[in-house]
């Protein structure tokens, strides 16, 4: 392996960086580094390196395929899958995909591989995803038809919200669920679901400010990757219908957006999957008829340029149209900065 175009630095430098995919995996690689001092004395020196294999020849299955939205109970479960490195377990994550295209929103991820959840209303896909200890994966796919039962989108938020401990390592995926069921209700825009509109509205609020309890509670200590993108995740599911915000939903939207950039820090980086979010909740909330201009014009803009700082190319944030008629001065408006 001398051609350089393999490297992402050059074969001279203290560090040698093999590009990704170049080497096979379940292949073994042996790699010499020769090195000269001043007077032109060298010394040699082998490794043996593995290319790490992903976990492989399992299965995945969610049964039943079919239920009720928040009630059915799904059984997920991943068997059968194996990795070379037999004396460690392999983690597992299962998520369903939102309907908003913000990505995966996730259920569980730990080493339990059968787990049981409910899932939100919608033809949705679901997900599972094995790792091993060097970050391998494997990903796999399937779908399940989740239909709303006898009692409204909003009774069924309102039993789960009533059973819910914000200490519960799912709380956060179950807020996200009852989410994504007010908005697919939304989008059926039955009779009964239109009459429940001002519950729903307040249901937004009050899902936030479990978000806002859950996000307090577990602090910094235990953030990763995956906690940040399902908290800016649930966030955007929350507020994905702009016309049933309130101006205090609204605020407390911005405001737990701008907690969830900074508790990301502690990672080094907003991961892109919450950048995603992130952008996504703030058009929600700037194309509500109800924002004031003070939220535009300060914490909105605020934390867009956080998450905006290391990817330009997130996708721009959207105006309601009564915004810009009267709050959009050139220079003074989010979409300006």
Same mark, same amino acid.
């Given at each position: 392996?001398?051609?350089?175009?393999?490297?992402?630095?050059?074969?001279?430098?203290?560090?040698?960086?093999?590009?990704?995919?170049?080497?096979?995996?379940?292949?073994?690689?042996?790699?010499?580094?020769?090195?000269?001092?001043?007077?032109?004395?060298?010394?040699?020196?082998?490794?043996?390196?593995?290319?790490?294999?992903?976990?492989?020849?399992?299965?995945?299955?969610?049964?039943?395929?079919?239920?009720?939205?928040?009630?059915?109970?799904?059984?997920?479960?991943?068997?059968?899958?194996?990795?070379?490195?037999?004396?460690?377990?392999?983690?597992?994550?299962?998520?369903?995909?939102?309907?908003?295209?913000?990505?995966?929103?996730?259920?569980?991820?730990?080493?339990?591989?059968?787990?049981?959840?409910?899932?939100?209303?919608?033809?949705?896909?679901?997900?599972?995803?094995?790792?091993?200890?060097?970050?391998?994966?494997?990903?796999?796919?399937?779908?399940?038809?989740?239909?709303?039962? +006898?009692?409204?989108?909003?009774? /069924?938020?309102?039993? $789960?919200? =009533?059973? !819910?401990?914000?200490?519960? &390592?799912?709380?956060? %995926?179950?807020?996200?669920?009852?989410?994504?069921?007010?908005?697919?209700?939304?989008?059926?825009?039955?009779?009964?679901?239109?009459?429940?509109?001002?519950?729903?509205?307040?249901?937004?609020?009050?899902?936030?400010?479990?978000?806002?309890?859950?996000?307090?509670?577990?602090?910094?200590?235990?953030?990763?990757?995956?906690?940040?993108?399902?908290?800016?995740?649930?966030?955007?599911?929350?507020?994905?219908?702009?016309?049933?915000?309130?101006?205090?939903?609204?605020?407390?939207?911005?405001?737990?957006?701008?907690?969830?950039?900074?508790?990301?820090?502690?990672?080094?980086?907003?991961?892109?999957?919450?950048?995603?979010?992130?952008?996504?909740?703030?058009?929600?909330?700037?194309?509500?008829? +109800?924002?004031?201009?003070?939220? /535009?014009?300060?914490? $909105?803009? =605020?934390? !867009?340029?956080?998450?905006? &700082?290391?990817?330009? %190319?997130?996708?721009?944030?959207?105006?309601?149209?009564?915004?810009?008629?009267?709050?959009?001065?050139?220079?003074?408006?989010?979409?300006?900065?």
């Amino acid at each position: 392996m001398t051609d350089s175009s393999l490297f992402s630095t050059s074969l001279d430098s203290l560090w040698l960086v093999v590009r990704p995919s170049v080497l096979t995996p379940g292949r073994k690689y042996s790699f010499e580094i020769i090195a000269t001092d001043y007077y032109g004395h060298t010394d040699e020196e082998n490794i043996t390196v593995f290319a790490n294999r992903p976990p492989r020849g399992g299965k995945f299955s969610l049964i039943p395929s079919e239920g009720y939205a928040l009630s059915t109970n799904f059984r997920f479960q991943c068997l059968g899958w194996v990795d070379d490195d037999e004396g460690e377990r392999l983690r597992y994550r299962f998520a369903f995909v939102a309907q908003e295209g913000i990505g995966d929103v996730s259920l569980y991820d730990g080493r339990n591989r059968t787990i049981n959840s409910t899932l939100p209303v919608g033809n949705l896909t679901i997900s599972a995803t094995v790792y091993d200890s060097l970050g391998g994966s494997a990903d796999m796919i399937t779908s399940a038809t989740v239909v709303l039962g +006898s009692q409204s989108a909003t009774g /069924l938020v309102a039993s $789960v919200l =009533d059973g !819910l401990s914000v200490e519960s &390592s799912t709380a956060m %995926s179950e807020l996200a669920a009852c989410a994504e069921t007010l908005n697919g209700a939304a989008a059926m825009s039955s009779d009964n679901e239109t009459a429940s509109e001002a519950a729903s509205t307040e249901l937004r609020h009050t899902l936030l400010s479990y978000v806002r309890n859950i996000t307090l509670e577990t602090g910094t200590s235990t953030v990763t990757s995956i906690s940040v993108n399902l908290a800016a995740a649930t966030v955007t599911l929350i507020t994905s219908v702009p016309d049933q915000l309130t101006q205090d939903t609204q605020e407390s939207a911005v405001e737990l957006s701008g907690m969830i950039t900074n508790s990301s820090r502690v990672l080094g980086m907003i991961p892109d999957q919450a950048r995603l979010s992130i952008v996504t909740t703030l058009s929600s909330v700037a194309q509500a008829s +109800s924002l004031r201009e003070s939220t /535009l014009g300060g914490p $909105v803009a =605020d934390v !867009l340029q956080q998450v905006r &700082s290391a990817m330009p %190319s997130l996708p721009p944030v959207k105006l309601h149209s009564h915004i810009i008629e009267n709050f959009c001065v050139h220079g003074r408006c989010i979409t300006c900065r």
